[in-house]
């Protein structure tokens, strides 16, 4: 049984920081490439930013250069820090296997001006 927990969100001020975690189960994570994805009211959900297995990573570009993705293999869980939080960011985040259509509950960040 697949499980993806995601944690770390919360209310922040624009320009704060965040980290988000990602605990799985259930997949064999360090041959995953994995993905964080938002959704925002009334919008899409959309790509984030993914990490492949080896650790290569690519950003959405309203995030490149705020969000960095990382992986710990060991703890099967994938990470994404952000900074320079801007209230645009507000969303609800989800982590999930790039490949798989296993979805978490979610986290909701948002982002005060």
């Known amino acids: 049984q697949v499980q993806l927990v995601e944690s770390g969100g919360g209310l922040v001020q624009a320009g704060g920081s965040l980290r988000l975690s990602c605990a799985t189960s259930g997949i064999i994570f360090s041959i995953n490439a994995m993905g964080w994805y938002r959704q925002a009211p009334g919008k899409q959900r959309e790509l984030v930013a993914a990490?492949?297995?080896?650790?290569?990573?690519n950003y959405a570009d309203s995030v490149k250069g705020r969000f960095t993705i990382s992986r710990d293999n060991a703890k099967n869980t994938v990470y994404l820090q952000m900074n320079s939080l801007k209230p645009e960011d507000t969303a609800v985040y989800y982590c999930?296997?790039?490949?798989?259509?296993?979805w978490g509950q979610g986290t909701q960040v948002t982002v005060s001006s």
């Open positions: 990490i492949a297995s080896g650790g290569t990573a």
């Open positions: 999930k296997p790039v490949l798989y259509g296993y």
